[in-house]
DNA sequence: CAATCATATGCCTATACAGGAATGTGTCAA
DNA sequence: TTGACACATTCCTGTATAGGCATATGATTG
């Protein structure tokens, strides 16, 4: 039998990726520009193990690149693979402008 | 004892919450209007069990609102829960602009 | 009140983590 | 070659699903 589908694995695309918070918190360190696992580890607080494992994951859904550079093994972000997300939540830009256009509204008739 | 840190729970936050792509198509779904479940059972082509389900833990973190009509639950999206998703994202959208630029300037050189 | 429609919730199971601890791998210096 | 440094991977465990199925709940009508 197939099973049942349980969620789905965080590898699955970046929606699944970003879910978690740590992971967040790693491409913001990476965003102004690349670095080393052990200055990841220092800024996220996580042992270095835990940080291996969120950049395998950020690396197999396309967040993250890396490159070697003799001991040292350099992490920078892609963002085209956060593109995507930010493509979906636009589409409901609109409504928050407008929510926000009637809040400003009845703030004008008092 | 607190015991481990699994991965967070879907009800945790919006980040969560979208994570499931059935999830997303609901609130696809909904962007354009208001729906009874009936209707979204429909058009997402899930049980109506796991539907009911999914509008819960959306609920659960704001990113729908219910209104209740007689025998029928219209579900609406509440877009400013996706507000926080999207202004993340914008962090980035400079990057890959950068780099659309580079391609750009690729090709023109060609 | 009974029957029915529209949803919600409970239970069960296979799956997927996330962190801790220990260990493996690759690179450089002496 | 040996030791140290920088990371990656494996194993283990408690927790959190997501869907299927059965059932409970709320509202409407006869």
């Known amino acids: 039998m197939i099973g049942t589908m349980p969620r789905a694995a965080t590898t ?3 929606f699944n990726a970003i879910a978690e918070p740590r992971r967040r918190d ?3 360190y990476l965003a102004p520009r690349e670095r080393p696992v052990g ?3 220092l800024a ?3 042992a270095q ?3 291996s494992k969120h950049l395998r994951v950020l690396r197999d859904v396309g967040l993250v690149e890396v490159r070697r550079d003799g001991r ?13 997300l930010h493509e979906w939540t636009s589409r ?7 929510q926000l256009a009637r809040v400003k509204e009845r703030a004008e008739r008092n």
Not at 72 to 84: D, K, L, S
Not at 92 to 98: A, L, Q, S, T, V
């Open 26 to 28: 790693i491409l913001d």
């Open 49 to 51: 193990p835990s940080v």
């Open 92 to 98: 409901f830009e609109r409504y928050w402008r407008h």
């Open 12 to 14: 699955s695309d970046a």
């Open 72 to 84: 040292h093994v350099f992490y920078r972000t892609n963002a085209e693979g956060i593109r995507p």
């Open 39 to 41: 200055d990841i580890v």
């Open 44 to 46: 996220v607080g996580l």
